[in-house]
């Protein structure tokens, strides 16, 4: 099974930052790789597929990079409503795996 | 609007058996495969297994800790999708999430707890 590996697995930031949450696969996964996020009581939201695509209607304030085994989430001018758990997934091969999470908080 | 929704869950005794289902809406279901992803309390998301479209066969694929407990179908004439969980286990216990193919489409989930 492919690993994956979230760092770091909290983060603290104020209203306005920059932030950057990475994610490593144990081997290669191409770009096959997605990011969730999820807020307290509710359903993951899709937020980027294929590594660095932006799902339809997120805002641009997202964005994801990377191929290969080392990926980043980065999220610009933190809002309220960004504070959340954050998750990677692999959809390079069976079973699909998720990285343990990065809970994002305010500083 | 494109939705899933998720329904079954509910307390049953470990050894037990129980069928979620899962109705989409606002999309063309049967062109999509479809996955079962769950989430223990306070922990992170487990994927739980997929069935793919007619044009693939129904086929199926499984986590290592469902495989031959848990059966995965679906019904395209009622975009319904199903997940039969036999021989349950109190690690079970999750929030089960269904999602479609991509995971760019989630229902809100519903709650299978495993206790005697």
């Known amino acids: 099974d492919i690993q994956m590996t979230q760092s770091p697995s909290s983060l603290s930031a104020s209203i306005g930052d920059r932030v950057t949450i990475t994610c490593r696969a144990s081997?290669?996964?191409?770009?096959?790789l997605a990011w969730f996020q999820q807020k307290p009581g509710k359903a993951p939201k899709s937020l980027i597929y294929?590594?660095?695509n932006l799902q339809s209607g997120v805002p641009s304030k997202f964005s994801g990079s990377g191929s290969g085994t080392d990926f980043t989430l980065t999220i610009s001018n933190l809002q309220p409503e960004d504070f959340a758990t954050y998750y990677c997934?692999?959809?390079?091969?069976?079973?699909?795996?998720f990285g343990q999470g990065t809970k994002l908080e305010i500083k | 609007e494109v939705q899933l929704l998720e329904s079954g869950g509910g307390l049953v005794q470990p050894g037990g058996s129980l069928r979620l289902s899962c109705v989409a809406s606002?999309?063309?279901?049967?062109?999509?495969?479809m996955d079962w992803v769950r989430q223990p309390p306070g922990k992170g998301l487990e994927w739980v297994g997929r069935?793919?479209?007619?044009?693939?066969?129904?086929?199926?694929e499984y986590a290592a800790s469902v495989k031959g407990r848990f059966t995965i179908s679906r019904d395209d004439s009622k975009n319904s999708l199903s997940l039969q969980m036999n021989s349950l286990k109190t690690e079970d216990t999750a929030v089960y999430y269904c999602?479609?193919?991509?995971?760019?489409?989630w229902g809100q989930g519903t709650t299978v707890t495993v206790s005697s």
């Open positions: 999602a479609r193919g991509d995971m760019d489409v």
């Open positions: 606002g999309f063309t279901f049967s062109d999509h495969y």
């Open positions: 069935v793919r479209n007619k044009a693939n066969s129904y086929t199926t």
């Open positions: 081997q290669g996964i191409s770009t096959y």
């Open positions: 294929a590594a660095s």
């Open positions: 997934q692999q959809s390079d091969s069976y079973p699909r795996t």
